[in-house]
């Protein structure tokens, strides 16, 4: 079957669209993705407007051996220069089965878990590292 997309956020001033890949049939996983659709609106709308050639994906597991619960794949945007044109969207994977897991049956720590992990990989989106997230206790 093919991934369901919907279009999220739209930027009035750069024209681009921040998507949502789900990769699973509609409604089977509701919960989680509307925990994803919260975390993206908590974003105050200047930041969502800043997000550009950005993709999210919600996929169940992450490559094997890695113990991860999101990835950020792509050129932060403090990176992009005038040469930056014409490449395929940053991707984020969010990693439904290890969060699922880790959230135990218990809703709002799925709402929790989902939303910090969004948000730290859309940090990864703006350049912030992995240390920089440990240093502000955003890890």
Do not use: C, W
């Amino acid at each position: 079957m093919p991934p369901r997309r919907r279009g999220l956020y739209p930027s009035a001033d750069s024209g681009t669209i921040v998507e949502m890949d789900v990769r699973s049939e509609p409604g089977l996983n509701h919960p989680f993705e509307e925990a994803i659709d919260d975390a993206l609106s908590s974003l105050p709308a200047d930041l969502r407007a800043a997000m550009s050639n950005l993709q999210i994906v919600v996929e169940d597991e992450p490559p094997a051996g890695r113990p991860l619960l999101g990835l950020y794949h792509g050129v932060p945007l403090p990176r992009r220069s005038s040469t930056y044109s014409g490449v395929l969207p940053d991707k984020i994977s969010i990693f439904r089965g290890p969060i699922t897991r880790l959230a135990a049956g218990d809703t709002d720590r799925l709402r929790r878990e989902v939303r910090h992990v969004v948000l730290h990989e859309i940090a990864h989106h703006f350049g912030i590292s992995d240390q920089r997230l440990i240093e502000l206790d955003r890890y």
